[in-house]
């Protein structure tokens, strides 16, 4: 039996409650049989302050390991897991977590969680799931400051760096069902803003040429335009 630390924990967040999930588990290396479980249930929503925890594990036959670990649970029931920092590098574990109903943010030069992120030199990781009839689709960022968008493990945009709210496009063929998308951004100093939409386009335009427009001379990273052209006569 274990208790931590000796006999409780602190909540690491200034706030009323803070949600935690839990996971403890035993493996035998004999076939023999082995329990561990913690003495709260798997997520838990606790008071701020000290929370106590006692673990328990028996070994019958040779149980060879034992693990525990403790996380941060999402906050909210949006469709966008996001993962807040309080760095630009999305580094360490996030000061918190919660679930955004859309990508969709004007913070002007105020914080995202005033009291738990700061207004500058912060970080977000959002994850999602889309699902789509197949097609093909145009994905839109817009973001002051930088921006890395992946849209089923593609990296679709990469703008990971220091601007005004500009605005990034790219083009891609979905199948049908559910699709991960992965948007991670970044804001250093002054007016902070991140926007994701998206589109299909299948047939949405005519022209002989499909022309992506990049903003530099080596075709790298995701096109600032894609438009269909009638002619190549500029």
Same mark, same amino acid.
């Given at each position: 039996m274990w208790t931590f630390p000796p006999a409780s924990i602190a909540s690491p967040q200034p706030v009323t409650t803070v949600s935690a999930s839990m +996971?403890?588990?035993? #493996?035998? #290396?004999? @076939?023999? &049989?082995?329990?561990? +479980? &913690? #003495?709260? $249930? &798997?997520? +838990?929503?606790?008071?701020?302050?000290?929370? +106590?925890?006692?673990?328990e594990y028996f070994d019958q036959l040779g149980c060879c390991a034992v693990r525990f670990s403790i996380s941060p649970a999402a906050e909210g029931g949006g469709r966008w897991r996001g993962e807040y920092y309080n760095n630009r590098s999305l580094s360490g574990s996030p000061a918190f977590v919660r679930n955004d109903e859309r990508i969709d943010f004007d913070w002007g030069e105020d914080s995202p969680a005033p009291g738990r992120i700061g207004r500058d030199d912060f970080s977000i990781r959002w994850t999602g799931v889309i699902n789509e009839t197949a097609g093909r689709y145009r994905f839109e960022v817009k973001a002051d400051d930088g921006v890395r968008l992946?849209?089923?493990?593609? %990296?679709?945009? /990469?703008?990971?760096? /220091? $601007?005004?709210?500009?605005?990034? $496009?790219?083009?891609?063929?979905?199948p049908a069902g559910d699709v991960p998308v992965t948007l991670e951004y970044y804001e250093h100093a002054g007016q902070a803003?991140?926007?994701?939409?998206?589109?299909?386009? /299948?047939?949405?335009?005519? =022209?002989?040429?499909? =022309?992506?427009?990049? /903003?530099?001379?080596? %075709?790298? @990273? =995701? &096109?600032? %335009?894609?438009?269909?052209? @009638?002619?190549?006569?500029?």
């Open positions: +996971s403890m588990t035993a #493996s035998s #290396s004999t @076939g023999g &049989p082995c329990a561990a +479980s &913690p #003495s709260i $249930q &798997p997520t +838990s929503i606790w008071a701020a302050g000290i929370t +106590s925890i006692r673990a992946w849209v089923n493990n593609h %990296l679709l945009i /990469d703008r990971w760096r /220091d $601007q005004p709210e500009t605005t990034y $496009q790219g083009e891609i063929y979905l803003a991140v926007r994701l939409s998206w589109t299909r386009i /299948d047939g949405a335009e005519t =022209g002989a040429w499909r =022309g992506e427009y990049f /903003d530099n001379r080596h %075709l790298s @990273g =995701g &096109p600032r %335009l894609v438009r269909n052209d @009638g002619d190549i006569n500029f």
